[in-house]
């Protein structure tokens, strides 16, 4: 070791704590390149870190840095994302998890409690991270000088406690009872606000809530930085370990110094780091041998504030150059504005806990070496920031703009510092001329709040003189930069500047610079979107500069009010007032008090209570036990599937890249390597092999599974892994239905699966007014986006047998999979199955051939593999939701009646069956929500070479939803009617239900969703909503709102289900179910039923009994015939299949009750219980529900409105509010109930409008990870979200009554869709007035799935700055 580093090396270990624990590591014992994350889940027992992307993206990771400052003696406390956070980073620092937030051992945290309360843990896997996003604002808000809050509440506001988990991801909640939790601590909550929880009951006084709450006291935090760190603080660490290098060093001559070193060392690889959130973007494939830290060096962390500017080092988090800038007060007004407008920005990157760790100087590298779409670069070119830069001995000083436009520095360049100047007002302030500085910054994202890479962004700088005499405003001084759109890095718009400088604005010279603009503005070729970016900096400057042109205010609404006196004075609050508008953002907070109304029963005690979900409590606290968190045993290997890039061609070799085997390799495995048959899968519907078998049939088939001695090893292995493909002599791929059916590709449909046509189609063909022939409408695919990825452990077992555990919605089908792929009896192969980190279809049949490989590498190597796969590969080889082309035809009276619907559908299947076979079946069933007179169909499922799809969530289901309803928006378009009266006069009535359902439609007063619409008419006002949205609309230019109102009905299967119910000795039950809890509250139901049926034989009530319940994982050994869970009624099956039990149970106690009690007069259940162990009652028993065929089917009910916004400058829809009433019939638990409508509902509106899921011209998927995946987050939920869980009574044939919940309600999300199409549609008519032509194909018109912000705007005219301009200048 050098000199250098020899004077560096104070210490040769590194020391922190985790949760109060004291953890020192050797030189030998850390990798310098180990995250944290890696560090906490494979070296300590806190499991609570889990990982969700591994990219900074989902929150799921989150720890709560403390960091001590022993001058200020403060403790400074920071969520950060640990899988990007290096432990060689973490020397003295503290770390906190969920589970030293609080355990089941020393107490929960109110936080924990009042997650359970609520009912925001369904799988649980994103719940730890949420809670420590949580605590993370809690304990910052304490440490404020804010005035005391009430007693039981934080310093925290309400818009704090949203803001601290916008950048955490949850599928399956929907947020709102996360978002509720997290409020309750907030000081300004209005007690009202907070949805449906089992603290409170309806009516009580807000005195009453508080006390129901887990209190909270602020002072009596557990979080305390361990005095033992205090002590042995020191300023860095030096740590050598297997020829790698951490060094941290403490000034810019010792980072000199290193630098020098590592050149005199060629041929060493070198990383600089400050925060390491680039390596979410830039993933790390490589090992470096030196790490220089320079977050211990004073000089790129200090921060000089004088009246010349706001001067920050480097290394400076976002989140602190965010606090500085905000606290600007010394400064001139135009500086101070600038500078807040800059931190108002900076709010809008990543997300919290990427900002406490990034650096600016780190964002800004990333800008200016590799390109990176920065924010910061955008917003800073226009005040002229200047950089300190230095290479070598170097020092250069730089304007940012020269900074970027260099060639990409090399690896030896540190960027010192960044200065932001203060601004000042260049002309003198006349009698004659208002003068004034404006300075605005705009993005364009998938989500308002950020945690979204911006389409584009922009930021404009302008000195602005109004002159009292004349009539307009010209510019002295004009800086306009614009970013992200895919150029080399932000530039400035020099023409468009040149060309307004110093004139005065006008519509005409507006629109000029913006036809200018065009020209400048170009996205580079071959990028997705590229129109779209264009029109965004049209927008944008239109938006900046509109206020200021002197025009009547019955051409500007809103925008430009021609008020001219005050057009600078007001120009601020106007320019807030429609960026509040404009983005959406108008809201004080991000979700306003939306209403949860639950009609409860209780005829079967505990059923129908809100009875808190089982294992919430250890789910929050992250002591859940997923199956990644399951020990890895002593030997065990980690697998990583090799798949192909092609999708179609011979497998010829596999090699690695590296000449030398990869790091930890241990085994390649493939076909030659299975025992049995090569299968993935095998199921009633069909099988697909495990590895292809000479050919690989898609981009993302599974060829090779390769095996090392850690997950990162494995995941690395397979990213060097070569394949050799041939592809001579073999036919194209089939990457489209059309080609599928070009070339004749289909799955087989055994006629079992074919729905059957509805009435005579020709006949309603000649009774109809008018038809439309042919139309068609295409559907892509969704991903399941469960927050856990696949993973399983396999692990061989004595007498020749394999016990695997697997995150699996269907055990039996891996189980009978994995005995035949291994060649041995099914006996001999035990999958367990605990809990899932969500599921969504995603886990039944493509998580077999995970648990299958893991089992083949298993047995081939005699040891326990396991395999957690990365979201990248996930995303690539799931599939997901059935792509499909409609073509239909259909005939209507002139009222809108419709009397004939004819559909052609081409379902995408990909390679294999998995089981798209019943995709038909799901369409038409939720497709005849509607009386269509007659409805014929041809029906083709095709195969292709593409990922197989599976039965995401709502299967055909929510596709049909979305068919209908663009049929009755084409119906009412073509007819010019209003499409909820067209949507009302072909709602069924009972007779025209039976006719479409058959037997499924149940009993006259079962068809409850007349009522439901009429009633959720009244609930949600939506024809008075209407009406004031007519008026919206006519005096709103640039924002346009849409409202609908779509019913559904969905029909369900019910299938025989397995249970086995135990009482042991002393009264304690448990259950074994054929469900598997995924997070859809199964277990919790069972419970209850379990709870009721031993009740009906248990003296006195159930209460005690609900904790003697224990719902054990299912194991394919003990209890058998599981089946699969899956198309919502798995949990009403369950609960009857226990119900059996239970019966059978209560009839073998009641002779001994009887007696006991004639004895005794009273009984205890434990007497009871011991007395039949000592006279052998069995006490354990199992049933196999089978509903008997009338009761097979059924059909479930509800209706949504939905009201959006659209901003027809960016495209953006803010949901404004929804509505939904959902008939439960009598729900088994209306909290779980909720919980799965409003999760669902998200689920389906992240499809509807926000999941683009693309792939390459390969089908190989492109969107794969958290950057270009963008399911819903907090701030992109309806902000008012209300739902009534009807109770519809008695249903005979129901178990205990009750109705689904799991999927319907994601089909009511297409409400948002229609009430969007309907915003776009008065844009379209307002274009069209500016067009001087009524075209009326401009209100025909199709809105894709999804709807995402480029195509809203596209359907808006992408060009409507430029035809509005034209419009107001007299112009066409
Ligand atoms: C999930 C996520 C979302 C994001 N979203 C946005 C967004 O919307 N808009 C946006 O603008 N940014 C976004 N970012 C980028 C984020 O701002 C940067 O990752 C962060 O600022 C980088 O800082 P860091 O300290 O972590 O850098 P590091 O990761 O430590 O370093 C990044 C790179 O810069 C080099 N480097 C760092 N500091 C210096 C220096 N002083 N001198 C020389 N080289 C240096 C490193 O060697 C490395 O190559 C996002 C990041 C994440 C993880
Ligand atoms: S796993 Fe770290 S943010 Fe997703
Ligand atoms: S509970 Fe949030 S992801 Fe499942």
């Not at 560096?8 to 030189?27: H, Y």
């Not at 599974?705 to 850690?710: G, H, L, P, Q, R």
């Not at 009522?1011 to 939506?1022: G, K, P, V």
């Not at 089909?1307 to 549609?1321: E, G, K």
């Amino acid at each position: 070791m050098g000199e250098v580093a020899a004077s560096e090396e104070r210490k040769q270990s590194l020391v922190f704590a985790i949760n109060g624990e004291r953890f020192q590591l050797s030189d030998s014992d850390v990798d310098p390149s180990i995250t944290l994350l890696d560090f906490l889940r494979s070296r300590t027992p806190f499991k609570s870190v889990k990982l969700g992307c591994g990219e900074g993206g989902c929150g799921a990771c989150i720890v709560l840095l403390s960091k001590y400052d022993p001058v200020l003696d403060q403790v400074k406390d920071s969520s950060v994302s640990s899988c990007l956070t290096l432990v060689c980073s973490l020397n003295g620092c503290s770390i906190t998890t969920a589970e030293g937030v609080g355990n089941s051992k020393d107490g929960f945290h109110p936080i924990q409690e009042r997650f359970v309360g609520f009912h925001a843990s369904q799988c649980g896997f994103c719940t730890p991270g949420m809670c420590v996003s949580v605590f993370s604002a809690l304990v910052n808000a304490e440490k404020t000088n804010r005035p005391e809050p009430r007693p039981g509440f934080s310093k925290l506001t309400v818009t704090e406690a949203e803001k601290a988990i916008a950048g955490n991801l949850c599928r399956c909640t929907g947020y709102r009872p996360i978002a509720d939790a997290c409020k309750s601590f907030a000081a300004d909550v209005d007690m009202e606000d907070l949805g449906y929880n089992s603290f409170w009951k309806k009516g009580e006084t807000d005195e009453e809530k508080m006390s129901r709450l887990p209190a909270y006291n602020p002072h009596s935090s557990n979080l305390k930085f361990p005095e033992f760190l205090k002590k042995e603080i020191k300023a860095g660490a030096d740590l050598a370990s297997k020829g790698y290098h951490w060094y941290s060093p403490s000034s810019i001559e010792k980072l000199q110094s290193i630098l020098l070193k590592n050149e005199a060392d060629h041929g060493t690889s070198m990383k600089i780091v400050v925060g390491n959130t680039g390596a979410g973007y830039y993933k790390e494939l490589q090992h470096y041998d030196t790490y220089i830290d320079l977050k211990h060096i004073p000089d790129l962390s200090v921060i000089v504030k004088d009246q010349t500017g706001i001067e920050m080092g480097a290394a400076v988090t976002i989140s602190k150059a965010i606090e500085v800038l905000k606290d600007a007060s010394d400064f001139p007004l135009e500086s101070k504005t600038v500078f807040e407008k800059i931190a108002d920005h900076m709010e809008k990157i990543a997300s919290g806990f990427v900002r406490n760790s990034g650096s600016v100087g780190g964002n800004l590298m990333m800008a200016q070496r590799k390109q990176f779409p920065s924010d910061i670069a955008t917003i800073l070119l226009p005040v002229d920031a200047i950089v300190n830069i230095m290479i070598g001995q170097k020092l250069e000083k730089l304007t940012l703009e020269e900074f970027l436009g260099r060639p990409p520095l090399d690896s030896r360049a540190i960027l010192l510092s960044i200065k932001i100047p203060s601004c000042e007002l260049t002309e003198d302030i006349s009698t004659e001329t208002d003068t004034k500085l404006l300075f605005e910054t705009y993005r364009a994202a998938p989500r308002p709040l950020g945690n979204a890479l911006p389409y584009l962004n922009a930021a404009f700088l302008a000195e602005v003189s109004f002159s009292r005499n004349s009539t307009g405003a010209s510019l002295n001084t004009c800086r306009l930069s614009f970013g992200a759109y895919a150029s080399k890095h932000p530039i400035r718009a020099r023409n468009v500047e040149e060309f307004l400088i110093g004139k005065v604005l006008s519509v005409g010279l507006l629109y000029e610079a913006i036809k200018l603009l065009e020209t400048t503005v170009i996205p580079k070729d071959g990028i997705s979107h590229s129109a779209y970016k264009s029109s965004l900096a049209v927008g944008f400057l239109f938006e900046f500069l509109s206020p200021l042109v002197n025009t009547p205010d019955q051409i500007s609404g809103g925008l430009c009010n021609g008020d001219n006196s005050s057009i600078l004075r007001d120009y601020n609050s106007k320019i807030k007032d429609n960026n509040d508008k404009l983005n959406g953002t108008k809201f004080p907070t991000l979700l306003s008090s939306s209403k949860q109304n639950i009609q409860s029963g209780d005829d079967y005690p505990p059923v129908g209570q809100p009875v808190n979900k089982v294992g919430a409590a250890i789910q929050a606290s992250g002591e859940a036990v997923f199956v990644d968190d399951i020990p890895a045993p002593g030997n065990c290997l980690y697998g990583a599937f090799v798949y192909s890039t092609e999708p179609l061609a011979r497998v010829k070799s596999i090699t690695f890249k590296s000449r030398s085997p990869p790091v930890g390799f241990n085994a390649l495995i493939s076909v030659k390597d299975i025992p049995g048959k090569n299968l993935g899968s095998t199921s009633v519907f069909g099988e697909e092999p495990l590895y292809a078998d000479e050919f690989a049939q898609f981009a993302g088939d599974r060829i090779a599974f390769v095996v090392a001695d850690t997950q990162k090893h494995a995941d690395l292995a397979a990213n060097l892994a070569v394949v050799d493909y041939d592809k001579e002599n073999l036919n194209p791929p089939i990457l489209s239905v059309e080609e599928a059916v070009e070339r004749g590709s289909f799955l087989p449909l055994p006629p079992f699966v074919l729905p059957q046509q509805v009435g005579d189609f020709s006949k309603g063909m000649a009774e109809a007014d008018r038809q439309i022939l042919s139309a068609e409408i295409k559907l892509g695919s969704q991903y399941y986006f469960y927050m856990e990825t696949q993973t399983a452990l396999a692990m061989p077992d004595e007498d020749n047998s394999m016990v695997v555990y697997s995150s699996n919605q269907c055990p039996q089908i891996a189980q009978e999979t994995i005995a035949q792929c291994l060649g041995l009896p099914v006996s001999n192969v035990r999958v367990i199955t605990r809990r899932l980190g969500g599921g969504f279809g995603g886990k039944s049949i493509r998580a077999v051939s995970v648990a299958t490989a893991c089992a083949v590498a298993a047995y081939k190597l005699q040891r326990p593999v396991r395999m957690y796969v990365n979201r990248k590969t996930d995303m690539i080889m799931a599939g997901g939701r059935h792509p499909m082309k409609i073509t239909y035809s259909v005939g209507f009276k002139e009222s809108g009646k419709i009397t004939a619907l004819k559909l052609d559908i081409l379902i995408d299947s990909g390679a294999f069956p998995d089981v798209s076979i019943i995709i038909p079946g799901g369409i038409i069933g939720s497709l005849k929500k509607y009386d269509w007179g007659a409805l014929n169909f041809d029906i083709k499922v095709c195969k292709t070479n593409r990922p197989s799809r599976s039965a995401m969530r709502g299967p055909g289901e929510v596709q049909a939803s979305f068919i209908a309803e663009a049929i009755i928006e084409h119906v009412a378009s073509t007819l010019s009617v209003e499409v909820d009266t067209v949507r009302s006069i072909n709602l069924h009535t009972y007779n025209s239900l039976g006719f479409f359902f058959k037997s499924a439609a149940g009993e006259p007063l079962e068809y409850t969703l007349p009522a439901i619409w009429d009633q959720l008419a009244t609930s949600s006002s939506f024809h008075q909503r209407t009406e004031m949205i007519q008026e919206f609309n006519r005096s709103n230019k640039w924002r346009k709102r849409g409202i609908s109102r779509v019913p559904i009905i969905q029909e369900v299967t019910v299938r025989p289900t397995p249970a086995k119910v135990s009482i042991l000795s002393d009264g304690s039950i448990v259950v074994e179910v054929g469900g598997v809890d995924m997070g859809q509250g199964l277990w919790t139901k069972v419970k209850q039923v379990a709870a009721y049926g031993l009740g009906l034989i248990k003296p006195g009530g159930t209460e005690e009994l609900l904790e003697k319940v224990r719902v054990i994982q299912s194991d394919t050994l003990s209890l058998i015939q599981g089946g699969f869970t899956g198309g919502s009624t798995t949990s009403e099956s369950s609960c009857e299949a226990v119900r059996l039990c239970c019966n059978v149970l209560v009839e073998r106690l009641t002779a001994l009750k009887e007696k006991l009690m004639e004895e005794m007069g009273t009984l205890e259940w434990e007497a009871l219980i011991l007395q039949a162990y000592q006279i052998s009652v069995n006490l354990s028993t199992n049933s196999l529900f089978i509903p008997d065929s009338t009761s097979v089917h059924y059909l479930n009910y509800g209706a949504a409105v939905s009201e959006v916004e659209v901003n027809l400058l960016t495209g953006e829809t803010t949901i404004l509010r929804s509505d939904i009433i959902y008939d439960c019939g009598q729900s088994l638990n209306p909290a779980v109930d909720l919980g799965q409508i409003e999760g669902a509902y998200v689920q389906g509106i992240g499809f509807f409008m926000f999941e683009e899921y693309p792939t390459d011209s390969n089908g190989l998927v492109t969107a794969n990870g958290t950057w270009s995946y963008k399911i819903p987050t907090l701030d992109t939920i309806p902000k008012q979200f209300n739902v009534e869980i009807l109770n519809s009574g008695h249903h005979q044939k129901r178990v205990l009554s009750s109705k689904a919940s799991g999927e319907p309600p994601l089909t009511l999300a297409v409400s948002v869709h229609c009430a969007t199409r309907a915003a776009i549609l008065e844009a379209r008519k307002q274009l069209g007035s500016w067009n001087g032509i009524d075209d009326p194909n401009s209100t025909a018109f199709q809105l894709e799935v999804p709807a995402v912000m480029p195509v809203v705007k596209e359907r808006c005219g992408l060009d409507s700055v430029q035809k509005f301009l034209r419009w107001t200048m007299g112009t066409k």
